[in-house]
């Protein structure tokens, strides 16, 4: 089994590689030009400024599947608790030959599943136990793979990064606007903090802007990729298909607070936690439409079938 997780069976995505390095080149930069401003407008403040921005970055990295498990209620389960869990994860990591993640079930009864972590050897998959008690086997394997697709593919790390920056953007400003380092430096005038007071906040707004919009349409197109991966691996788009369909109608059963509460990590999950009309009218989903998916699975389905 590979044990640099650099090359799995998971069919590479060229699409998928390309606008992940796209949108963290253009996020990159973004979050660099900001935390320039900021240190030429609060020059008495700068190392102060380059200290909170590289420790919380640096944090966010290497602590982003500790973070993002606490927050989902997520445990690590042994062999021994979730055989058939482990046992489909196992045939998968050695049908796509990589290394096999740390497995986890949050105690949820919303059907869904994420993975998380910054590289493969540091990656967490994640069930809810909704999802082990609505799926037949074929389907949860189907979702498994699913999910084994975005660490494959790293694009779990690149989401986690992308969606970090605008909110570290915010909290910049916040740090900067209530800090007290607008007025108090000694290079600072009225005037400089005036300008100051009007200037970051509306680039702190632009940068999370920008940082929202790329990372949607990163993680709608890296959901089809995922969605292709899992069934060009499995050989079983329609176990996949039936899984996205049960799932989604079950959310939407699922009680509105529920689903408010899951929605802040909504581009981590297998599928969005929305009610089914909030799901038509969301312009901004995390996720492509049901149907677009199902219509992928249809065609790969054809393609097998030849």
């Known amino acids: 089994m590979s044990s640099s997780g650099q090359h799995t069976r ?7 590689t390309g606008r992940m390095v796209a949108t963290m080149f253009v996020i990159g930069l973004l979050y660099v ?5 900021l240190i030429v407008l609060l020059r008495g403040a700068w190392p102060l400024i380059v200290l909170i921005s590289g420790g919380l ?3 966010q990295f290497w602590f982003s599947d500790k973070i993002t498990e606490r927050a989902m209620g997520a445990r690590p389960v042994t062999e021994e608790e979730y055989p058939q869990l482990h046992g489909t994860i196992d ?7 990589m290394p096999k993640p740390r497995v986890a079930v949050a105690d949820n009864d919303m059907p869904n599943a994420f993975a998380t972590g910054r590289n493969p050897q540091n990656a967490v998959v994640c069930v809810t136990t909704g999802l082990l008690r609505r799926l037949e086997p074929e389907e949860l394997e189907g979702v498994l793979a699913h999910e084994l697709s975005h660490v494959a593919h790293r694009d779990v790390a690149v989401m986690t990064i992308a969606g970090f920056l ?4 915010g909290a910049m400003t916040r740090i900067a606007m209530y800090g007290g380092f607008m007025g108090g430096g000694r290079n600072n005038n009225d005037q400089n903090a005036a300008i100051a007071a009007l200037i970051i906040p ?13 990372t949607r349409l990163l993680s709608r197109y890296r959901e089809l990729a995922a969605d292709r991966a899992a069934a060009q691996l499995t050989g079983r788009p329609s176990a996949l298909a039936s899984a996205l369909t049960k799932v989604t109608g079950q959310i939407a059963a699922i009680p509105s607070e529920d ?4 929605q802040p990590y909504n581009a981590f999950y297998f599928a969005p936690a929305l009610s089914a009309k909030e799901t038509a009218a969301q312009l901004f989903s ?5 149907e677009k998916r199902l219509a992928q699975l249809a065609k790969i389905s054809e393609q097998l079938g030849r």
């Open 10 to 16: 998971f069919a590479p995505d060229r699409g998928l």
């Open 33 to 37: 030009g900001f935390t320039g401003l």
């Open 57 to 59: 970055f640096v944090a």
């Open 91 to 97: 045939r998968l990591c050695a049908l796509a030959d």
């Open 166 to 169: 605008g909110v570290l953007a």
């Open 202 to 214: 509306l680039v702190s707004i632009v940068v999370y802007a920008i940082s929202f919009l790329l």
């Open 259 to 262: 689903l408010r509460r899951s």
């Open 286 to 290: 995390t996720h492509p439409t049901l």
